[in-house]
């Protein structure tokens, strides 16, 4: 017979079955690590079977990929060697550009210097994966937003031009020359 109290006769708090929250939450850490582990062996699997099966198409892909993140730097890098090809273009180039005024105070400076390498100056290719594999190719983009293409090529002076900014999208003006330098 059931009496009306609350007493349950003496016997403990029943014991929750089943793990306990740290339990649970080491359990789910663990899974996550073997799902990332996993996942991290399979994708490396996976590229270096792509690799391993056609080596020099892997390549490629890569410097295809490559070069489409790079073609504006190297459109606006060409644009700007074609300005320094003529005097005309200099003029255009050094007025634009008033960050050139640190390493010529004037525009009659930046001429006569230009003057020296004008003649010399190699026209600028397509961008090719050989011409960025072998023919002295380099773009470096700072965290402060400031870009550096430079190309050396087998005969003229190497030309290093340094943009204020990377291009960003949407935009099809000119990028602002603060750095230039021809040896």
């Given at each position: 017979?059931?009496d009306?109290?609350?007493?349950?006769?003496?016997?403990?708090v029943?014991?929750?079955?089943?793990?306990?929250l740290?339990g649970?939450?080491?359990?789910?850490?663990g899974?996550?690590?073997?799902?990332?582990?996993?996942?991290?062996?399979?994708?490396?699997?996976?590229?270096?079977?792509?690799?391993?099966?056609?080596?020099?198409?892997?390549?490629?892909?890569?410097?295809?990929?490559?070069?489409?993140?790079?073609?504006?730097?190297?459109?606006?890098?060409?644009?700007?060697?074609e300005?320094?090809?003529?005097?005309?273009?200099?003029?255009?180039?050094?007025?634009?550009?008033?960050?050139?005024?640190?390493?010529?105070?004037?525009?009659?400076?930046f001429?006569?210097?230009?003057?020296?390498?004008q003649k010399?100056?190699?026209p600028?290719?397509?961008?090719?994966?050989?011409?960025?594999?072998?023919?002295?190719l380099?773009?470096?983009?700072?965290?402060?937003?400031?870009v550096?293409?430079?190309w050396?090529?087998?005969?003229g002076?190497?030309?290093?031009v340094?943009?204020?900014?990377?291009?960003?999208?949407g935009?099809?003006?000119?990028?602002?020359?603060?750095?230039?330098?021809?040896?």
């Amino acid at each position: 017979m059931a009496d009306s109290s609350w007493d349950n006769g003496g016997h403990g708090v029943p014991l929750k079955t089943g793990l306990p929250l740290w339990g649970k939450i080491a359990l789910g850490c663990g899974i996550a690590f073997l799902v990332a582990l996993v996942t991290c062996v399979g994708g490396v699997a996976f590229i270096a079977n792509k690799v391993k099966k056609d080596p020099e198409g892997f390549k490629q892909k890569a410097m295809n990929l490559v070069a489409d993140k790079v073609r504006p730097d190297w459109e606006d890098f060409r644009a700007v060697v074609e300005q320094l090809r003529t005097p005309e273009g200099c003029r255009a180039l050094y007025a634009a550009n008033p960050g050139l005024a640190k390493t010529w105070a004037t525009e009659s400076d930046f001429l006569q210097a230009s003057s020296k390498w004008q003649k010399d100056l190699a026209p600028v290719p397509d961008l090719t994966p050989e011409l960025m594999d072998h023919q002295g190719l380099r773009i470096n983009h700072d965290f402060g937003g400031k870009v550096e293409v430079g190309w050396s090529p087998k005969s003229g002076p190497a030309v290093y031009v340094t943009f204020e900014g990377a291009r960003k999208a949407g935009d099809t003006g000119p990028r602002r020359v603060t750095g230039l330098d021809v040896r």
